[in-house]
């Protein structure tokens, strides 16, 4: 058996130090970071409750600092990520919960009351300093390694407080008590699960790694199914030398895979990169977002068509620069076809006035070039934050809808989701259409679908 290959328990850290993260990930932990939350930081938690093994809370004077409430430990749940009793039922369900408490933190009861039930309200009062003197009343043999003096930061001030109803189906054990018998640490069964109260250390990292290591593989075995105590066995000076001979081959082998990844992974970046305007079809509006480093959907739009082979002319821009009123966006031009193309991004569903407008830019240009054989397409990006394949058809749910796509016909303007254009890039990539016949598509008139022209071309090419 390799002694090495073991389960990894998933452990939240959460309101702990920086140094307890570093430590468990320089020990290959899966380790994930996260926050009660407070007045001024949100509650937070990259994983679900139920995807946790163990959590780790420090109820520290620190956190305190930020909460900014004097003598109380305020804990908010108020989250989208994750609530108390989401933990809570993963604790009974076979989790480990580990708190630890600095004697500042004068009232823990709020949480435990979220995470034990009302019958066990646990509290630490500071009204009595105790001395250096700790005795273990609990599994001395268990719990001895942690509770050593030189390992607890001294004098421990405060006591544990249980409160617990002849009624209660949960139950404690208490882990340790000072000289006068005032409990310090406890131990709460909460149905398959635990939490462990336990008080301040001197080096909080080190207490985490105890705990790990030879504490809770005892407590939760199951959450360490492959667990060995003596699993230095696999340390170097006991390996033969045709396995170190092995593991030097594969280790070559791990490094090929590795640089092969990293050169695959620096391709599929740049390609990403490439065909970043066309996905962005899908997602931008009117408005550049910064923030998530979306373009304008007229400029993912502009380069789309240009990369279609069109020639295109940007009117907005020119019109701009003109100090001009607001016209179409582009004019498109392939051969004889010329076009008026009017683009818009929304959250909301298509609106009439879209078409309205570019209804009425095109009787503009009529009345102004004397031309009358142009055309005009619409290009809306609706419901941007809903995944494409769930969004309706363009005008599908609109009160006029089949009005609007007959009088499309009747004006000669091609109606086109920014979905439909994608999924057009998508197949001329795949080459199962070529751009001749991508800019054939966009030449239609009324409601124009991605997929019917799709087949017709690859039914015409056989």
Not at 244 to 259: F, G, H, N, T, W
Not at 413 to 421: K, W
Request: glycine share 6%; hydrophobic share 35%.
């Amino acid at each position: 058996m390799n002694l090495e290959k073991r389960k990894i328990p998933r452990i939240a850290l959460i309101d702990c130090s920086w140094k307890i993260e570093k430590s468990l990930k320089d020990e290959k932990w899966e380790v994930f970071s996260g926050s009660f939350g407070s007045r001024n930081c949100r509650r937070y938690l990259p994983r679900p409750p139920y995807e946790i093994d163990i959590f780790f809370y420090e109820a520290t004077s620190s956190i305190e600092g930020e909460v900014g409430t004097k003598g109380r430990l305020a804990i908010t749940d108020e989250s989208p990520h994750f609530t108390n009793e989401q933990i809570r039922e993963r604790i009974s369900r076979g989790g480990i919960f580990v708190c630890f408490i600095n004697s500042s933190v004068v009232d823990c009861s709020n949480m435990t009351r979220e995470l034990c039930y009302s019958p066990i309200p646990i509290s630490v009062d500071t009204e009595y300093a105790v001395s250096n003197y700790i005795k273990l009343v609990h599994q001395r043999d268990l719990w001895g390694s942690l509770f050593q003096e030189k390992s607890l930061k001294l004098p421990v001030v405060g006591k544990l407080r249980p409160y617990i109803p002849t009624s209660s189906k949960w139950g404690i054990d208490i882990i340790a008590e000072n000289e006068n018998e005032d409990f310090i640490a406890a131990e709460i069964r909460i149905g398959a699960g635990y939490v462990c109260l336990l008080p301040e250390f001197k080096s909080s990292d080190w207490a985490v790694q105890a705990l790990l290591k030879e504490i809770l593989p005892k407590i939760k075995p199951d959450l360490f199914p492959e667990y060995q105590p003596t699993r230095w066995i696999n340390n170097q000076e006991y390996k033969f030398n045709d396995v170190l001979i092995l593991e030097e081959k594969l280790k070559r082998l791990r490094q090929k895979y590795e640089k092969e990844k990293a050169r695959v992974e620096e391709a599929a970046e740049k390609k990403e990169s490439e065909f970043r305007p066309f996905k962005c079809l899908l997602v931008s509006t009117d408005q550049e977002d910064k923030f998530d480093k979306i373009d304008r959907l007229s400029s993912c739009v502009e380069q789309t068509l240009k990369y279609l082979g069109f020639h295109v002319r940007n009117i907005d821009e020119e019109r701009k620069k003109q100090k001009k009123d607001k016209r179409e966006d582009f004019h498109i031009i392939d051969g004889k076809f010329f076009a008026l193309v009017e683009c818009q991004g929304t959250q909301s569903g298509c609106k009439e006035e879209y078409f309205s407008k570019l209804v009425q830019y095109m009787n503009l240009y009529k009345t102004e070039s004397g031309k009358i054989d142009i055309q005009g397409l619409l290009i809306i990006n609706y419901l941007r934050l809903m995944p494409p394949i769930r969004r309706p058809r363009m005008f599908e749910e609109h009160v006029r809808g089949a009005e609007i796509r007959r009088e499309a016909e009747k004006q000669g303007i091609g109606l086109l989701s920014a979905f439909e254009l994608f999924k057009l890039v998508q197949a001329e990539k795949a080459k199962k259409i070529t751009k001749k016949q991508v800019r054939d598509c966009l030449k239609g008139v009324g409601l124009i679908l991605a997929e019917p022209w799709i087949r017709k071309c690859q039914k015409e090419d056989g």
